[in-house]
T-cell receptor, first 113, second 115 residues
Framework: SQQGEEDPQALSIQEGENATMNCSYKTSINNLQWYRQNSGRGLVHLILIRSNEREKHSGRLRVTLDTSKKSSSLLITASRAADTASYFCATDANTGTASKLTFGTGTRLQVTL | EPEVTQTPSHQVTQMGQEVILRCVPISNHLYFYWYRQILGQKVEFLVSFYNNEISEKSEIFDDQFSVERPDGSNFTLKIRSTKLEDSAMYFC?????????????FGPGTRLTVL
């Protein structure tokens, strides 16, 4: 798989359910970030997890990172219709001065009422 | 809350024309980036910029592309002679720090359509 591959590609759930999205990557990383993108719109930063962290929470979001498996998961609890969007993981593996994010293919989440 | 802004939101141009896409990064950020997303594809890194020079660029960022920080607030991406395949959404991003701990905040994007 390529750096930053999410699965599933698409996920449809009902409001109130939890949504779990997974991301796999290939190289060692500095950090991993999750973004949300509403159709045709910009990227909204959700959460960053460093390579030495295993879990982070932000509101209804929970992110885990397993560097031994080179994978991360994003859990959205108690989903809402407004959570409908595409979700991307982005890894930063750069060793230079500035970072360089490599994005995955994304998971399209549909939350229905 | 501070945010990255981009203008224009949509740019239509003829093949071969020059375009300049503009961005105003978050004011206390030091690192600036351009990414692009061709319709239906992944977001791709183009270039990073720090201390008034390019830090890194991708293979996409060829001689037709250039970036500039003409003043203390704007950050621009110029495409000298646009091609059909340059049609994409272009995102500007900025971060307070470089690597290790750098949340990159993205602007809303400029949709470039090359006819």
């Amino acid at each position: 798989s390529q750096q930053g591959e999410e699965d599933p590609q698409a996920l449809s759930i009902q409001e109130g359910e939890n949504a779990t999205m997974n991301c796999s990557y290939k190289t060692s990383i500095n950090n991993l970030q999750w973004y949300r993108q509403n159709s045709g719109r910009g990227l909204v930063h959700l959460i960053l997890i460093r390579s030495n962290e295993r879990e982070k929470h932000s509101g209804r979001l929970r992110v885990t990172l397993d560097t031994s498996k080179k994978s991360s998961s994003l859990l959205i609890t108690a989903s809402r219709a407004a959570d409908t969007a595409s979700y991307f993981c982005a890894t930063d593996a750069n060793t230079g001065t500035a970072s360089k994010l490599t994005f995955g293919t994304g998971t399209r989440l549909q939350v229905t009422l | 809350e501070p945010e990255v802004t981009q203008t224009p939101s949509h740019q239509v141009t003829q093949m071969g024309q020059e375009v300049i896409l503009r961005c105003v990064p978050i004011s206390n950020h030091l690192y600036f980036y351009w990414y692009r997303q061709i319709l239906g594809q992944k977001v791709e890194f183009l270039v990073s910029f720090y201390n008034n020079e390019i830090s890194e660029k991708s293979e996409i960022f060829d001689d037709q592309f250039s970036v500039e920080r003409p003043d203390g607030s704007n950050f621009t991406l110029k495409i000298r002679s646009t091609k059909l395949e340059d049609s994409a959404m272009y995102f500007c991003a900025s971060s307070e720090e470089g690597i290790t701990y750098n949340e990159q905040f993205f602007g809303p994007g400029t949709r470039l359509t090359v006819l």
